[in-house]
């Protein structure tokens, strides 16, 4: 049996790994010029790396952390100690926490509504919720204008969703939010550090486990090779990159949805992968580096929120003992906004707001930005966001094989849909069901 595996991001290298353990061939395609996908290291100072994709991991997280453990890999804490910065238009600057100095009824209120709507929502079949179509229907900022009368719940709404989904709420629809909430571990579980789904790293980064699996496939990995074409029929199955023509017994496309959507598959998809409502991941990476992380020394977590632009919230993302990094996140409109300008722009406008949110810690030595919106074979970062209509349409076919074809990626994943778990979960899951098939016959 051969399998092609489109996409050489956690799912798909997953996917492979686990076919060729049971002897099966494979041969992964990948459109960029190394593997990851969404997981991506930049080298911040001699052998130190960061995260300029996903970065974060917790407990519930056990596949990957099987996969760590099965690499050499160890995790290493998110450091949280310190005072927070804020810059909300009013209240406290610098705070114990991270809650933000807001009205707490009122923002009480506003997770109140969403506690209520993430429990309702059927994680395994989002479509078939209780009032799916409405909730489909309906943006997340036509429901929060509809349900959130305080200012400070309103001005945190969106900052909030920037910061766990990359969202912008105009894009969303109610039942995306929920389901992506839900997905994760829930929002308690999903925004937190200690005990939640941000509490670790990968030592060293997280790009590292995708590399280590592509280690294991050695040349079956075609790096440059992006797929524009998948055909088959009872015979066999095809797929074209460029000039060349690989065939097989069948094919696992593990890429996002705006990119396997742009594939002419032969014949065509009963069903889209995505639709004119799909849209990307709003994220822009910045990293800051420092000689050491001396925010500490003024009593700060490195944590800050902002309402403007363009960060709208930084991390400590320090290696341990090592330089001083600060990760900054543009997310949801913004996102937008800041990557259309030019490169001096940018580093300007971080520069200049990163000075007000830490005024003593100087100039730093680097400045690191990775613009997921722009990314040609990612289209956006944490995950494609789905909008009005798109889980009544298009979640009944996520999982759903094509003939020979069959789907892996973040996005196929109700379980921790967006996160590297997801990703993980869904390889193991396409390759049981490829290597199921081959049993019957």
């Given at each position: 049996m051969r399998v092609l595996v489109v996409g050489a991001g956690l799912g798909g290298l997953t996917a492979a790994t686990d076919l060729d353990a049971a002897g099966v061939d494979v041969v992964v395609l990948e459109a960029r010029d190394r593997v990851g996908g969404r997981t991506h290291g930049i080298e911040v100072a001699s052998g130190t790396w960061a995260d300029a994709g996903a970065a974060y991991l917790g407990d519930r997280h056990t596949e990957l952390h099987k996969l760590m453990a099965g690499l050499g890999l160890s995790a290493t804490p998110t450091a949280m100690r310190g005072g927070s910065r804020f810059a909300?238009?009013?209240?406290?600057?610098?705070?114990?926490?991270?809650?933000?100095?807001?009205?707490?009824?009122?923002?009480?209120?506003?997770?109140?509504?969403?506690?209520?709507?993430?429990?309702?929502?059927?994680?395994?079949?989002?479509?078939?919720?209780?009032?799916?179509?409405?909730?489909?229907?309906?943006?997340?900022?036509?429901?929060?204008?509809?349900?959130?009368r305080h200012p400070d719940a309103r001005l945190f709404f969106p900052l909030f969703l920037g910061e766990m989904m990359a969202a912008d709420p105009a894009a969303i629809s109610v039942l995306h939010m929920a389901l992506y909430l839900r997905a994760g571990g829930g929002i308690r579980y999903l925004n937190a550090f200690d005990g939640g789904a941000q509490q670790d790293r990968v030592l060293g980064g997280a790009h590292q486990v995708a590399e280590r699996l592509a280690g294991q496939l050695g040349d079956r990995v075609w790096l440059g090779h992006p797929v524009h074409a998948v055909e088959q029929d009872g015979g066999g199955v095809s797929v074209r990159s460029g000039d060349r023509c690989l065939t097989g017994d069948a094919v696992i496309v593990a890429v996002p949805p705006l990119l396997a959507q742009a594939i002419d598959f032969r014949p065509g998809l009963p069903a889209p992968r995505a639709t004119a409502a799909t849209g990307r991941g709003c994220a822009v990476k910045v990293q800051l580096v420092y000689p050491r992380a001396a925010w500490h020394e003024q009593g700060l977590s490195g944590w800050s929120v902002s309402a403007t632009g363009p960060l709208l919230s930084t991390v400590d993302d320090s290696p341990p003992g090592g330089a001083g990094v600060l990760t900054g996140f543009v997310t949801g409109a913004e996102a937008y906004r800041f990557a259309g300008l030019d490169p001096v722009a940018r580093e300007a406008e971080v520069l200049s707001q990163v000075g007000e949110l830490f005024p003593r810690l100087g100039r730093p030595v680097a400045v690191h930005i990775t613009d997921w919106v722009n990314e040609p074979y990612s289209k956006g970062c944490y995950a494609a966001v789905f909008g009005p209509g798109d889980w009544t349409r298009l979640g009944p076919h996520l999982i759903a094989p094509h003939g020979r074809v069959h789907w892996a990626g973040t996005e196929t994943s109700t379980e921790f849909f967006g996160l590297m778990e997801g990703a993980i979960r869904s390889g193991h899951r396409v390759a049981d069901e490829v290597l199921s098939l081959e049993g019957d016959k």
């Open positions: 909300l238009g009013h209240g406290e600057k610098t705070r114990a926490g991270r809650f933000p100095p807001l009205n707490a009824v009122a923002l009480g209120e506003m997770f109140d509504r969403l506690y209520d709507l993430v429990d309702a929502v059927r994680p395994d079949a989002p479509w078939l919720t209780p009032d799916a179509a409405a909730l489909d229907s309906t943006t997340a900022a036509a429901w929060a204008a509809a349900n959130l």
